[in-house]
Structures are given as structure tokens and as C-alpha cells.
């Protein structure tokens, strides 16, 4: 099987004829004599396209042939006419060899050494053997890189023999003993490597680097070339524009005037939470003075429209704090309806049986101790009905 894609990596189309074809899982798995699709692995995902009017699936190597896996049979076996999805084909291009590259640089400016590599549909990673990087460390590493994107270097494919190998630096040991193949970047980099890569550097176009993260053993490096840092810039650049103009600051002062509002953000939550402390203090004791009372023990039964029952729950802890005192809360939000039942510590009423038995009035479940109990149901009509009945029972049993 011929593999044309190490031929030319620019071939878009070509003519095949299929030498063999399996059925496995409801797919077709297709030889053909040769191919320009090239197949998933070194961390360089498979090409798509088509043969004939077959859309291509999947591209694997296995004992030596590589297949490439359609829904539908092949109606004809001789000179088929196949289409590279060149788009994605010169992508891969672009991030493989902005790969080579990136990690040369690692290596030459800080002994980093390349451990590991993926190239994901939106994303492309490596793994170096660094503690951390610093910002000053990736924008001299960004520089060095795009300056051989800059510089258009030849990249050419070698098959040395065992003597020229041996002299050859390469940046890493080939992974196979037979048929070694080399990618050099015009004397800057030397990399065994099976997959596709432009002809010259500048047709990587750019290399940015997007952030990095510790890792164990290192960092992962996430990066971007060619028309992936474009998309990048694209929606990053016109954020930016939107940020500035809604702030009516340049572009450049887009990070201090968000920091500004940060921090101007922060002190109104503290004068926030801080007046809303004062207004709870204030909603308690008005209820608290407010309640009706039942031999002498405060019974307070109230429902709210849209009030959180986090607030609530914080409102009720105040309320308790003062002696002599139970709460029967509900509030309604949206479609669903939740009820807070609390006393104060030396009310004998054991708070969490009484929300388990007037629960299913509201469809409701949930619960808590003796002192304190809430949940949720779906039945929003019987709400005040199911606070009524949790008052009777009080009033009844309890006082």
C-alpha cells in the first residue's frame, strides 16, 4: 500500500482502487491500494473526506493497512475517486509542525523536555517536564518560535541510514527500529515523526500560546497555530472592543477599568450583605413583636411570594434566637412551594415530625431535627392550607 500523504501532504484529491473490504458493527472497514487519508496516531488525529460519494468516518492503521471506515459499501472497487477534507487535513498540518517547533524552543531556551502532545478538535496541548513557568519564560519561548515561523524555514522529510542517524541531533529517540523517519526543520530541529506537515514554516502562520497549568511531572501547554490563533484573536479581539466601549476606555486599558469595577463591585457587596444584616434585624424584630400568641408562646405563621428559602432560613435563626417563639414559614417560587418550620430552644415541640406530617398536603418532602425542619413540594394551592393544619396541630396538641 502506497501512503501518499508522506508523497505529498498537499494532495487533495486522487484516484484508488479497493483492494479488500470488511463489515464489522454495522460499518465498512475499506483497503484500498493506496491512500492519501492519513490515519489517527502520534497525537495527530485521522483525516475525514470522501470515497466516491462515501463520507469517510474514520482512518486507522493495523498488521499494515490502513482502513478507512464508511457507512456505506463501496458500489465500485476500480479507480474510485477520493476527496481530502483539506481544511482539516492543513490544520493538522499547522498544529503538528507549530508543535515541532514550540517544543524545540522549550527545549533550547529551558531544557524542557516534550513528554507528551495532543491535538484536539478545538485545542492542542504538550506536556513538558518543567516545575512552572513563568510569563517572562513563555513570551521569550512565543518569540523564538514564531521568529522560525517567520523566518520561512525549509522543512524537509528524511530516511536516514543507521551512520547519517547517529549523527543527526535528534530532539527525542524514534519510536520504530525500521524506516525511520525525520522531520527536519532546516537545521533548527530534528524530530522522528510519522505525521503531515507543511513544506515551510510560515505556512504555520502563528504560534500563540493560550495558558498553562501544573501538572504532575510538569506543565500542560495549551496553544494554538495558523487559522485556530486567527479564530482566537477574532472573538477575543472583538471582546475586547465591546469591553473598552462599554467602560469608554482604549482597548489597552480594557484590564484596569474591569479591575476598577471589580473592586468597586466588592465593596458594594460588603455594603450590601451588610444592609441587608440590618434590614433581617429590623424584618425580625417587627415580626418577633408582631406574632400572635397562644398561652403564652409566640406563633408566627407567615407566606411569601419569591422569597428564597435561604433568606428565609437566616430571617427564621433570628427570629428563634428570642425565647418563646414558633415559626411556620411557606413561600412560593415559580412552580413549587417550600415551608420552614423552626422554634426557639426551649419549646418542647419536636419540629421535624410535624413538617414529615403535613408535608404530603403540599406533595412535598423533606425534613430536619427537632428544632428545626424544611422542605419542598409541587402542590402551590394547599400551601397556607398545610401552615393552617401545622397551627392547629400546635395549637391542639402541643399548647
Known amino acids: 500500500m502506497k501512503k501518499l500523504y508522506y508523497e505529498n501532504a498537499y494532495t487533495k484529491e486522487f484516484t484508488a482502487n479497493i483492494i479488500e473490504v470488511k463489515e464489522q458493527d454495522a460499518k465498512f472497514h475499506i483497503v484500498m491500494d493506496q491512500t492519501s487519508f492519513y490515519p489517527e496516531g502520534g497525537g495527530q488525529p485521522n483525516d475525514l473526506g470522501k470515497i466516491d460519494d462515501s463520507a469517510i468516518e474514520y482512518v486507522y492503521e493495523e498488521n499494515q493497512k490502513i482502513y478507512h471506515v464508511t457507512e456505506q459499501a463501496p458500489e465500485n472497487f476500480y479507480n474510485v475517486k477520493c476527496q481530502i477534507d483539506w481544511e482539516r487535513r492543513f490544520d493538522h498540518m499547522q498544529q503538528h509542525l507549530g508543535q515541532h517547533i514550540l517544543s524545540a524552543c522549550f527545549e533550547k531556551l529551558f531544557d524542557g523536555e516534550t513528554i507528551g502532545f495532543h491535538l484536539g478538535t478545538d485545542t492542542v496541548t504538550i506536556d513538558i517536564t518543567m516545575e512552572n513557568m513563568l510569563p517572562s519564560q513563555a513570551e521569550k519561548i512565543e518569540y523564538l518560535a514564531n521568529q522560525i515561523v517567520f523566518n520561512n524555514l525549509h522543512v524537509h522529510q528524511r530516511y536516514p541510514n543507521p551512520d547519517e542517524l547517529k549523527k543527526m541531533p535528534l530532539r527525542k529517540p524514534p519510536k520504530v527500529s525500521d ?211 401545622a397551627k392547629q396541630i400546635i395549637q391542639n396538641r402541643y399548647l
Open 179 to 389: 524506516n525511520i523517519r525525520v522531520i527536519e526543520v532546516d537545521q533548527f530541529d530534528y524530530s522522528p515523526c510519522g505525521g503531515t506537515h507543511p513544506s515551510y514554516t510560515g505556512e504555520v502562520g502563528i504560534i500563540k500560546i493560550r495558558k498553562w497549568e501544573k501538572m504532575k511531572g510538569g506543565i500542560r501547554v495549551e496553544f494554538l497555530c495558523g487559522n485556530r490563533a486567527l479564530k482566537d484573536y477574532h472573538w477575543k479581539n472583538n471582546s475586547i472592543n465591546k469591553i473598552s466601549a462599554l467602560l469608554s476606555v482604549k482597548d489597552i486599558d480594557a484590564y484596569e477599568g474591569i479591575d476598577r469595577l471589580y473592586n468597586e463591585y466588592g465593596q458594594m457587596k460588603k455594603e450590601i450583605r451588610h444592609m441587608k444584616a440590618q434590614l433581617t434585624d429590623y424584618e425580625a424584630d417587627f415580626l418577633y413583636d408582631r406574632s400572635d400568641v397562644h398561652k403564652k408562646t409566640k406563633l408566627l405563621v407567615k407566606v411569601f411570594e419569591d422569597r428564597d428559602i435561604n433568606e428565609l432560613r437566616v430571617l427564621a435563626a433570628k427570629i428563634t434566637s428570642k425565647p418563646d417563639i414558633i415559626i411556620l414559614f411557606g413561600t412560593k417560587q415559580d412552580l413549587k412551594v417550600q415551608m420552614l418550620f423552626s422554634r426557639s430552644k426551649e419549646i418542647d415541640i419536636n419540629m421535624n415530625q410535624l413538617f414529615k406530617e403535613v408535608a404530603p398536603m403540599i406533595n412535598g418532602k423533606g425534613g430536619g431535627n427537632p428544632q428545626s425542619a424544611q422542605g419542598g413540594g409541587s402542590d402551590v394551592s394547599n400551601l397556607e392550607g398545610a401552615l393552617q393544619a
